[in-house]
């Protein structure tokens, strides 16, 4: 046998080992603790929202049928284009508040601004970022979500593998297969580096001294894949990002329909894939032959490529038409990467009426 044909065994049996890790350690996990005893902390939820009047009432009424007895919600308006300040105004009460966005400052970006005013603004003791467009699942979810954050092991924060809605899924599930493929999280604090560690930007909280004293948004203002970058600059600073199952307490719907998914995944594939277009470019080329070329010369490679999608489609509760189409999800990332890549080097990705 070849070179290539055990490299790409050695490829599919790591990710399967990995994804079955990770299933099983949501399996064994509880998406509530329900033995915590101690008072709950002010909790802030910290929310940037640019251009969101479809997405953000669904949120903050959520937010208001919480039972956690001391928590705010703030959201900060990134110069938005729609709706979304006069739906701020509309709900600001004791408990949601907004901030009206200024321009963004030279050598930032608008998220990495947008959550850096957020934290300047927060009043409690653990800060949770959400994106505009999640949604609390019930009302004890903001209240288990703290108990676990207060229960978690010492030096670590907490990010959440979110339950995914929306449209376009056949390429948004990649996203779930990703981080329980190539990222440890089963190792808890364990992960030995902080390239196998991340987090959940739609999704993480940390306490008020924590962020005051590493500052992260300062560190990754001038990254589009801010959250990926936050926790390895966490993970280097000692604090491990831990991945909690929040897929009863927190629904993300990411994307309208697939052209819109397509270009929200424009915007970040190619910093996924490299620093450069070089980079980019040989980790596509490798992407395309693990799960492209391999199963197209040796058949047999499509039975791990579809073990591995049903592994992390039923973690993620995606259905059963979304496994069965693996090859076209497979296919259709490898074309969303070369897009990327080459709206990234010519300058042409933009994002909510943004250049990116």
């Known amino acids: 046998m070849s070179a290539l044909f055990w490299f790409i065994i050695f490829a599919h049996s790591v990710l399967l080992i990995n994804a079955m890790a990770n299933a099983l ?107 505009a467009d999640t949604e609390f699942m019930r009302p004890t979810s903001l209240r288990a979500m703290c108990e676990r954050f207060e229960q978690r092991p ?34 808890g604090k364990k992960v030995p580096m902080s390239l196998l560690s991340g987090v959940n930007g739609q999704c993480w909280m940390i306490s008020k001294d924590e962020y005051r004293r590493l500052e992260p948004h300062i560190e990754v203002r001038e990254e589009v894949l801010e959250d990926i970058m936050i926790g390895r600059y966490l993970h280097r600073s000692g604090i491990v990002p831990l991945l909690d199952d929040v897929r009863d307490d927190v629904a993300v719907y990411m994307y309208a329909d697939f052209a819109d998914a397509w270009r929200g995944f424009q915007k970040n594939t190619a910093f996924m894939l490299g620093r450069n277009w070089v980079t980019s470019m040989l980790s ?44 076209i999800s497979f296919f259709l990332s490898v074309l969303l990467g070369l897009d990327s890549i080459f709206s990234r080097a010519s300058g042409n990705t933009i994002w909510k009426g943004r250049r990116v």
């Open 25 to 131: 350690h949501f399996g064994l996990s509880s998406s509530s603790t329900g033995d915590y005893s101690g008072s709950l902390p002010f909790v802030s939820v910290l929310v940037p929202a640019r251009n969101e009047e479809l997405n953000l009432p669904r949120l903050l009424q959520s937010f208001l049928a919480q039972d956690h007895p001391n928590a705010e919600l703030i959201v900060y308006d990134d110069l938005s284009e729609d709706r979304t300040w006069d739906i701020i105004l509309q709900a600001q009460n004791g408990r949601i508040r907004g901030i009206k966005g200024e321009d963004v400052p030279d050598g930032w970006l608008g998220k990495t601004n947008g959550c850096f005013q957020l934290s300047q603004a927060a009043q409690g003791d653990i800060w949770l970022f959400l994106d």
């Open 154 to 187: 010492p030096s670590t924060i907490l990010t959440g593998m979110t339950l995914l809605k929306g449209r376009g899924q056949i390429i948004v599930t990649m996203v779930g297969n990703m981080i329980l493929s190539t990222m440890p999280w089963w190792l």
């Open 284 to 327: 596509l080329a490798i992407f395309t032959m693990i799960f492209l070329g391999a199963p197209l010369l040796w058949p047999a490679f499509f039975l791990s490529l579809y073990l591995l999608k049903a592994i992390t489609d039923r973690v993620t509760h995606q259905s059963w038409l979304i496994t069965l189409a693996a090859p």
